[in-house]
């Protein structure tokens, strides 16, 4: 019998013999995370430094409030290898979690990473129910508790069948990583104004080449954070570009005139201090401060 022969028999019989409690909470966690990788895998900006949703972004914002942070700031410089770890993680987790694959050891690793990301992430979210990875560390927790709690004694299953199905697991993470840069997904909206010169240390942009209605993304050349100027009738102006939610990167969509964050869908109005339009946050996107100078807009 081939390995995924022994899989998909393992996978049928363990639903069969689960309550319908567990297996509702297993197909949750599970299919989250096989959707979690493949939002990753799919997202043609997330290996990309400077998109709005590149990895390395998202931990730079993360790092600026998490307990965490030294870790981050040094995940900042090796950001490709934490992506691709967390995306392969997370596809890994979660076909082996449904197909009952080292499944204790699949939970833990659900738990880890969860609780990873709370504390990256949502750890100062409040009140504490809007930040959903802690919800998941506890959820993962309790199926990891519940297949203990089934066994004599916790064992690490190292027999040669179970390291070529675990070796199965980790080859359909990496082919499932691969349909995904196959399938990319629309990037996220960028700058809609293009910038003809590159300025001196705290320049943006040249104002002519901001049109009235024209956004620009940039990276603050202090604060190394990345932002969003906008240009009005009655002048420039620009806001940070972390969600006030859980850190990810916003931008600016032109149809709807409001900065989206991709992560879990806040909305914010540019046109009235960047305030909350909708989403799991109240708190406005933070003011960066810019100034017209000569031919040029720059950080004040
Ligand atoms: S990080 Fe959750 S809405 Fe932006």
Redesign the pocket.
């Known amino acids: 019998m081939n390995s995924l022969q022994s899989i998909s028999r393992g996978a049928v019989s363990s639903w069969r013999t689960q309550s319908n409690g567990q297996r509702l909470l297993r197909f949750f966690l599970g299919a989250t995370w096989v959707y979690a990788g493949w939002v990753k895998a799919s997202d043609p900006g997330f290996l990309t430094a400077g998109a709005p949703t590149y990895i390395g972004s998202q931990l730079g914002a993360f790092a600026q409030s998490s307990p965490l942070g030294p870790f981050l700031n040094h995940g900042v410089e090796h950001a490709i290898l934490v992506g691709i770890f967390v995306m392969l993680s997370e596809f890994a987790i979660g076909f082996a979690t449904l197909l009952n694959v080292a499944p204790t050891s699949a939970a833990f690793g659900g738990f880890a990473m969860a609780t990873g990301l709370w504390l990256s992430?949502s750890f100062h979210t409040s009140p504490y129910f809007l930040a959903s990875d802690s919800a998941y560390a506890i959820l993962w927790l309790a199926y990891l508790l519940h297949m203990i709690g089934k066994r004599k004694m916790p064992s690490v299953n190292i027999e040669r069948r179970g390291v070529i199905r675990t070796g199965a697991i980790g080859a359909i993470a990496v082919l499932a990583s691969f349909a995904g840069r196959a399938f990319p997904k629309a990037a996220a909206a960028s700058s809609s104004a293009k910038s003809t010169s590159k300025g001196a240390k705290g320049q943006i942009i040249k104002l002519a080449d901001l049109p009235i209605g024209g956004s620009f993304n940039f990276i603050h050349s202090t604060q190394g954070i990345p932002a969003i100027l906008f240009r009005s009738k009655v002048g420039v102006f620009a806001y940070s570009a972390i969600?006030?939610?859980?850190?990810?990167t916003?931008s600016y969509d032109k149809g709807s005139k409001q900065i989206i964050?991709?992560?879990?869908?806040?909305a914010y109005d540019p046109a009235h201090g960047a305030k909350v339009l909708g989403?799991?946050?109240n708190t406005p996107l933070g003011s960066v401060k810019v100034k017209v100078s000569g031919a040029w807009v720059v950080e004040a």
């Open positions: 992430s969600c006030t939610h859980q850190g990810c916003v964050c991709p992560c879990h869908g806040a989403g799991p946050t």
